[in-house]
């Protein structure tokens, strides 16, 4: 099943959207906005998505490779 198209496709997918949400908070980190409340809201909001897409894609990973994890 690891070999599957579709496994790819989801790990792929998943690792794109850690990248953007990343990306987003290094962007903000570098050039904040004038506000520095909305850019410290921003920056946590994204950094929370990158946390919850990590873990969404570890226990995806550990669900396809046979891996059983802790049940948080």
Same mark, same amino acid.
């Given at each position: 099943?690891?070999? =599957?198209?579709? @496994?790819?496709?989801?790990? !792929?997918? *998943?690792?794109? *959207?850690? &990248?953007?949400? $990343?990306? +987003?908070? $290094? ?6 906005? !004038? !506000? ?8 946590? $909001?994204? %950094?929370?998505? @990158? %946390?919850? +897409?990590?873990? &969404?894609?570890?226990?995806?990973? !550990? +669900?396809?490779?046979? &891996?059983?994890? =802790?049940?948080?």
């Amino acid at each position: 099943m690891r070999d =599957d198209e579709r @496994v790819k496709t989801v790990i !792929n997918n *998943l690792s794109s *959207l850690i &990248i953007h949400h $990343a990306g +987003l908070t $290094a962007s903000e980190q570098y050039h904040p906005r !004038n !506000n520095p409340d909305e850019s410290d809201e921003h920056i946590k $909001a994204h %950094t929370h998505w @990158v %946390t919850e +897409l990590r873990s &969404i894609r570890e226990r995806f990973e !550990n +669900l396809v490779t046979g &891996i059983i994890g =802790d049940s948080k």
